[in-house]
């Protein structure tokens, strides 16, 4: 009686580890299933996103052919110079240096490209890189950047604050020569703020991490004075 008890006790023990086992699959299962179908979503509401995300932009006149900067002069060296309009430093470097950029590119010693991105608009509650940026594509449109660049560095906003309104950005633009009604229905209408977005993800994509960033031929410079931006575009014409 006691080996026939012994042998039912072992039967349970192995079905009972045999259910366990089955339950134990069945739950990785229906994990990697769950897991399976959270993924296929994710994909999906990736492509949904991308199929809605537009990738053409409005270039404005003036913007080189992958409309990542506005062009000034054609000399054989190339500078690029990477800003931010509510960037302390990029109006540091307007200041001290803006005027010798102007000069090369007048006397065809160097064709700059400005890149206004929006990297700081965490530091403006209303996406203020972004609005300047765009204005200044609207400046460009009526024959104005630098102009325009110069006066809104000269009244640029603190870091923290909402920044210049729309009105204030048209107002500006008026000031140097744009027509009130083209230029300000261009900045209202935020016709260049697609472009904006591609300066900086262009900018983002090409590793510049910060502003203002400015390259020589494709290299950094590191002397950011007059002395040293006229010494560094001599050298990369020879």
């Given at each position: 009686m006691s080996s026939r008890k012994g042998q039912r006790d072992a039967a349970r023990v192995v079905r009972e580890q045999l259910a366990r086992e089955r339950r134990r699959r069945r739950t990785?299962?229906?994990?990697?299933?769950?897991?399976a179908v959270l993924v296929i979503a994710g994909l999906i509401?990736?492509?949904?996103?991308?199929?809605?995300?537009?990738?053409?932009?409005?270039?404005?006149?003036?913007?080189?052919?992958?409309?990542?900067?506005?062009?000034?002069?054609?000399g054989?060296?190339?500078?690029?110079?990477?800003?931010d309009f509510l960037c302390p430093v990029c109006n540091q470097f307007e200041q001290s240096?803006?005027?010798?950029?102007?000069?090369?590119?007048?006397?065809?010693?160097?064709?700059?490209?400005?890149?206004p991105v929006a990297y700081l608009n965490r530091f403006s509650t209303t996406?203020?890189?972004?609005?300047?940026s765009a204005a200044s594509g609207c400046a460009a449109a009526g024959g104005r950047f630098r102009e325009y660049a110069k006066a809104l560095f000269a009244k640029q906003p603190p870091e923290g604050s909402a920044g210049l309104s729309?009105?204030?950005?048209?107002?500006?633009?008026?000031?140097?020569?744009?027509d009130r009604g083209s230029f300000g229905?261009?900045?209202?209408?935020?016709?260049?703020?697609?472009?904006?977005?591609?300066?900086?993800?262009?900018?983002?994509?090409?590793?510049?991490?910060?502003?203002p960033t400015i390259?020589?031929?494709?290299?950094?410079?590191?002397?950011?004075?007059?002395?040293?931006?006229?010494?560094?575009?001599?050298?990369?014409?020879?």
């Open positions: 990785i299962w229906v994990s990697a299933a769950a897991v509401g990736w492509g949904v996103w991308s199929s809605q995300r537009s990738d053409t932009f409005t270039t404005p006149p003036g913007a080189n052919e992958p409309g990542t900067g506005i062009v000034t002069g054609g054989p060296v190339t500078v690029d110079v990477y800003e240096s803006g005027a010798t950029l102007e000069q090369l590119a007048s006397e065809n010693k160097a064709k700059v490209v400005y890149h996406e203020y890189s972004t609005r300047s729309d009105d204030e950005l048209v107002d500006i633009g008026v000031g140097v020569g744009l229905g261009c900045v209202k209408e935020g016709t260049y703020k697609t472009w904006t977005e591609h300066v900086t993800e262009e900018a983002s994509r090409s590793d510049v991490t910060g502003t390259l020589v031929n494709g290299q950094p410079l590191a002397d950011r004075t007059p002395q040293g931006l006229t010494a560094a575009v001599a050298a990369a014409g020879k």
